[in-house]
């Protein structure tokens, strides 16, 4: 289990919102467990706005401000509200025990909506970047 669920929801969030969350934390599973969190608590359309916001605050207070990537953070948040829709977990363990390719095959769902490296694309760090092979499923 990652050193991130010692927190509960609520201060992961609170402290992550505050960049005061230690960023050996921040792990690819935390990201996903932050749009968990939002999705459940704001909808999708807010969890992105807040995450994209968040993220890109927390990148510049503990780093250099070039690791936020617009496209993967909408897509990350877009993918977890996907696999939310179609799952009765009432906690994020459960949800991403149930859909664990979440955390684990990660780019390679992003490689079925894109043809190309979204993790290296200049555009698609600064602003989002609709698929170009299947489309997101709407919501």
Request: hydrophobic content about 45%; overall charge negative; glycine content about 2%.
């Amino acid at each position: 289990m990652e050193k991130h669920f010692e927190l509960a929801n609520g201060d992961f969030e609170e402290q992550f919102a505050n960049c005061t969350l230690d960023p050996v934390l921040f792990t690819h599973e935390a990201h996903l467990r932050l749009a968990w969190i939002h999705i459940a608590k704001y909808g999708p359309d807010k969890a992105i706005d807040n995450i994209c916001e968040q993220i890109l605050a927390f990148d510049n207070t503990h780093g250099k401000g070039d690791k936020f990537n617009r496209t993967v953070t909408i897509a990350a948040v877009m993918a977890v509200y996907h696999f939310m829709m179609k799952s009765c977990a009432d906690s994020f363990e459960v949800f991403i025990a149930a859909h664990p390719e979440l955390k684990t095959d990660f780019k390679e769902l992003l490689a079925t909506h894109y043809s190309f490296d979204l993790f290296n694309d200049e555009k698609a760090r600064i602003e989002f970047v609709e698929p170009d092979l299947e489309p997101f499923p709407a919501y």
